[in-house]
C-alpha cells in the first residue's frame, strides 16, 4: 500500500470522524431551534448550519489535514463556506418542502441530514484537492 493512498485513507477516517461530531452539532442546534425555540423550519435550518460548520472547518483544518498555519480568508474560510452555503441552500429547500408535507420533528432533522450526506463525498474531495491541498 503507497504512502499516499494510506495518507488519503486516514485523511478520510478522520474526516468521517468530524462529520460525526458536526452532525451531532447540527442535528442538536436543528432539535434545538424546532421542538424546543419553536422557530420556522427554515430559520431552525439556517441557525444549525451555520452554528455546525464553524467546529466542522476548525477541525476539518487543525486535525484532519494538519494545518496549524494562519487562516486564509481567500483560499481557505470563504471557499469553505461557500460549500457550507451550498449545503445550506439545500438542506434549507429540503427541509421546507418536508416542513409543507409533514410535522414530524424527525422528518425535518432527516431532510437536513440527507441533504449533506448528498455532499459529504464532495467536500472531502474539495477540501483535500482545493482547499488544504
Known sequence: MSNTFSDLRVKLL???GVS????????SCLWLGLAVIKWPALAANIFAVTIGAVPAYLMNRSWVWGRRDS????????????????????S????????IWFT?????????LLAFGGLWVGKFFVLEKVLFK
Open 104 to 112: 414530524s420533528t424527525a422528518v425535518l432533522m432527516l431532510a437536513n
Open 71 to 90: 487562516h486564509s480568508v481567500r483560499e481557505e474560510i470563504l471557499p469553505f463556506w461557500l460549500y457550507s452555503l451550498l449545503g445550506l441552500v439545500m
Open 14 to 16: 478522520r474526516y468521517s
Open 92 to 99: 434549507t429547500t429540503l427541509v421546507a418542502l418536508a416542513d
Open 20 to 27: 460525526v461530531i458536526a452532525v451531532l452539532v447540527t442535528q
